[in-house]
């Protein structure tokens, strides 16, 4: 039976009325008595992990999620296909696409010509990697991650392909893997939440799509797993100042009342959603003083905002997004996680992909930089990629200087860094067409089970019981972490 139901079903009128008045009497008691009331738990560990995780020694502490929503095209960036050049306007062969689904935008195309990308490749690095013209500033780091050319998923769509990648399911209402590790591993911070997400500005002539809560949702798990996300504009959390005429003291006072009022209903009916908001009000009041802290920069060197670029002092940026990633780290968050919109190219692919990564590309290898010269880097994961790749054919009319490329779920590139990752390595092969893989596929939630054990979880035994079932971020199906990429 649950208890928060029968409780209210065998309630009388006597007790409900009784009820008030023991409720009032509590707020006046704790008015008098003030500040008395500073709780134990306020000083307690307000993110504590799962009894028995990890489960082994991590090699990553924390992580950050640099995810690209519309799906960077791996041709353009990562996977050098110069052969492609011969094929220019050649119809894609059907041994290639071999009766792939593809979307209705190009299902009624008359052909799929083959549109190799534009952009000059160039070896970087010790490793020698092949990074494209765009990518200036992530050349300067392929010695330090790990490129996965073989990532593939099963959603063709934005939607189910941004919920798949972000809890492991196409199916909604699933915890989020930042809520997961939020949930199972705590935090060391008592003042700024487990689990923080930015979504911050794009370039204005971007093709957007949207971006649902679900994406860092706690879904089945207890709400306190949320992501908070910080906003880009104003204030980063709503009402994290005091109104005029109330000071510290006084919404301690009242939140100790609060919290003793909400603790004392928890005793009496079990609901945990009420322990959800016990942390969250606390964890609200300790924000007041923990917020204007993490986004003052005014300490940070010359150097170090150079490094990131002239972006980083506009809130709401990208750049100002990652350095307040690497903030959060440092002072004990988990997981931070930056979504960043626009990426979604059908047509004018050169044009808007450069902005893109104009937008981004430089902080992406700014906050690896940073982090290494830290010491971070080596206990930080960083994780960067989109939901799905791009077709190696043109939507829309194709040009020697200008095409579009339409979903594609069959392979895609993402790359590691930081926290037990190989630098400087390789992992996967697509065909010549980068339409399909040929060696070492790596399934979305082989990536996820891949994140998990760099965070000292094995996939396999980290569940939460939800409707009969053990529920878990890497499903039901096998799964294994890439072993490949870790040290």
């Not at 006597?14 to 500073?38: I, K, M, T, Y």
Request: charged share 20%; hydrophobic share 35%.
């Amino acid at each position: 039976m649950d208890p928060l139901l029968e409780y209210h079903q065998q309630q009388t009128r006597r007790q409900f009325f009784g009820n008030v008045g023991f409720r009032a009497g509590n707020v006046a008691l704790a008015s008098l008595l003030g500040s008395e009331f500073a709780s134990a738990a306020a000083m307690s560990n307000v993110h504590t992990p799962v009894t028995g995780l990890p489960h082994f020694a991590p090699k990553a502490k924390r992580i950050i999620y640099l995810h690209m929503n519309g799906a960077p095209s791996q041709l353009d960036l990562w996977d050098h296909k110069p052969q492609l050049q011969k094929h220019f306007d050649q119809d894609l062969p059907d041994s290639i696409r071999n009766g792939q689904r593809i979307t209705t935008m190009t299902s009624g195309q008359a052909r799929f010509p083959v549109a190799p990308s534009m952009f000059k490749f160039a070896q970087h690095g010790q490793c020698g990697r092949f990074v494209s013209e765009l990518l200036p500033h992530t050349a300067k780091i392929v010695d330090e991650i790990a490129v996965i050319k073989s990532v593939h998923t099963s959603a063709i769509n934005h939607d189910p392909a941004c919920t798949f990648v972000m809890t492991g399911s196409e199916v909604p209402g699933k915890p989020s893997i930042g809520s997961w590790l939020a949930y199972g591993l705590g935090s060391e911070s008592n003042d700024l939440p487990a689990f923080v997400v930015f979504t911050p500005t794009f370039p204005a002539a971007s093709q957007a799509q949207a971006l649902f809560t679900r994406m860092w949702s706690s879904g089945f798990l207890p709400t306190k797993y949320t992501g908070v996300a910080l906003r880009g504009q104003g204030d980063p959390v709503l009402y994290v100042k005091n109104p005029p005429g109330v000071d510290g003291s006084d919404r301690r006072t009242m939140l100790d009342a609060l919290n003793r009022l909400n603790q004392i209903n928890h005793d009496r009916v079990g609901d945990p959603e009420i322990q959800t908001r016990i942390a969250q009000y606390e964890m609200a009041f300790r924000m007041q003083s923990s917020v204007p802290e993490l986004t003052d920069l005014s300490k940070e060197s010359k150097a170090t905002l150079d490094l990131y670029g002239p972006d980083v002092q506009r809130t709401g940026s990208f750049t100002h997004s990652a350095i307040m990633a690497r903030r959060l780290i440092e002072r004990g968050t988990r997981v931070v996680q930056i979504l960043h919109r626009g990426w979604d190219q059908h047509n004018n692919l050169p044009r808007l992909l450069r902005g893109q990564v104009e937008d981004s590309e430089r902080a992406c290898a700014a906050l690896v930089m940073d982090l290494k010269q830290r010491g971070l880097l080596q206990d930080t994961l960083v994780v960067w990629g989109g939901e799905f790749g791009r077709t190696v054919y043109s939507q829309g009319t194709l040009t020697k200087d200008n095409y579009g490329r339409d979903h594609h779920p069959r392979c895609f590139t993402m790359w590691m860094a930081g926290g037990g990752v190989k630098g400087g390595i390789e992992h996967g092969e697509t065909d010549d067409y980068s339409y399909n893989i040929v060696k070492d596929p790596v399934h979305i939630n082989d990536l996820n089970a891949t994140i998990l054990q760099l965070m000292g979880i094995d996939h396999r035994k980290f569940s939460f019981k939800f409707q009969g079932l053990d529920q878990r971020l890497t499903g039901v199906e096998e799964h294994h972490p890439v072993k490949a990429v870790l040290t």
